[in-house]
């Protein structure tokens, strides 16, 4: 992994920053060099990481400079350093956004400073340049769409969340409660955040287990990470073959847990192409050249039945 961390990096940042802004011309191409600062919500979460390799081999391609920092979830240490790629004077700032609301101000100031900002992901409330991303209430829908299908409209279900006040968060359980509300006989036992943590996913389910034990029909986790979390809590408690599970991402441990029958489903979030639009976009506008301001990636439902197609030998 070729990114840059924050401690290392912002010193030798402010130091060597350009302060005319001019830009050298790339050899090759005969266009302006371009520096893209990208902030990422947690280097310790496999998906944010896809996205990252992704946005660094998309650069490569496009002959530009990524310089990326690890927010390490905190929408306060976004915000600061995308004040300090303000003072680099980047061309173009990539957010990967920790929080919808505390994480807006980073879009601000970017925008305030002349410097164009694309959201990837994730959504702040202050509209960025662009963004490019995913609907995450289009993957609650499926989720819980397969969960209803699954159990005939009727039973108890529980649901785990992401961080709270995050965009995945907030909009995959609006997408869940879409469905909950147009099947009576579907009943919420409860809802709580695990943080996208397995291990966390794993304690919460085995709570829930100790609460409500065989009530519980199906379980919605806004990721896989504490997807597999409940499904090992459920197999060691001897429930998990009466108990539907279903995550979003379609990671690799989850694609074989699919594949195995031990996760029922999951829900394929493209983060390769979320990766490389929002490198993609950050350029073109960069260059001054066309761009879309919303580029949005469908998701996929991901049973037993389609796994092949997703897994990478």
């Not at 920790?98 to 100031?109: I, L």
Request: with cysteine; charged share 20%.
């Amino acid at each position: 992994m070729r990114y840059v961390f924050l401690a290392l990096l912002m010193a030798a940042q402010l130091t060597g920053c350009n302060s005319s802004g001019s830009k050298e011309k790339n050899a090759d191409s005969g266009e302006a060099n371009v520096l893209v600062g990208a902030t990422m919500l947690s280097m310790q979460h496999e998906f944010v990481v896809n996205v990252h390799d992704e946005m660094e081999k998309k650069a490569e391609a496009l002959g530009v400079e990524l310089m990326t920092v690890d927010a390490e979830r905190s929408a306060l240490k976004q915000v600061e350093q995308v004040e300090s790629f303000i003072a680099r004077k980047v061309d173009v700032i990539i957010l990967n956004p920790a929080e919808v609301e505390a994480s807006s101000p980073a879009v601000s100031k970017a925008l305030a400073a002349g410097i164009p900002i694309v959201n990837v992901n994730s959504e702040t409330s202050v509209p960025p340049t662009a963004f490019v991303g995913s609907d995450d209430v289009e993957a609650g829908r499926i989720a819980m769409n397969y969960i209803a299908e699954k159990l005939g409209g009727k039973g108890n279900v529980l649901m785990m969340e992401g961080y709270l006040g995050q965009a995945g968060q907030i909009k995959r359980e609006q997408g869940a409660m879409e469905v909950l509300k147009k099947h009576p006989g579907l009943k919420l036992l409860a809802h709580q955040t695990a943080e996208w943590d397995r291990a966390k996913g794993m304690d919460l389910m085995e709570n829930w287990i100790q609460a409500y034990g065989s009530q519980i029909g199906a379980v919605f986790a806004h990721n896989d990470e504490m997807a597999l979390g409940a499904v090992k809590a459920l197999t060691d408690a001897g429930l998990k073959n009466k108990v539907i599970v279903v995550g979003v991402d379609a990671l690799p441990d989850a694609l074989r847990a699919v594949q195995q029958g031990s996760l029922d489903a999951t829900v394929f979030q493209n983060a390769g192409q979320q990766g490389a639009k929002a490198v993609e976009t950050a350029v073109k506008i960069a260059r001054k050249q066309p761009f879309d301001k919303q580029v949005l990636i469908p998701f996929q439902l991901v049973t037993k039945a389609n796994v092949g197609e997703f897994i990478r030998e």
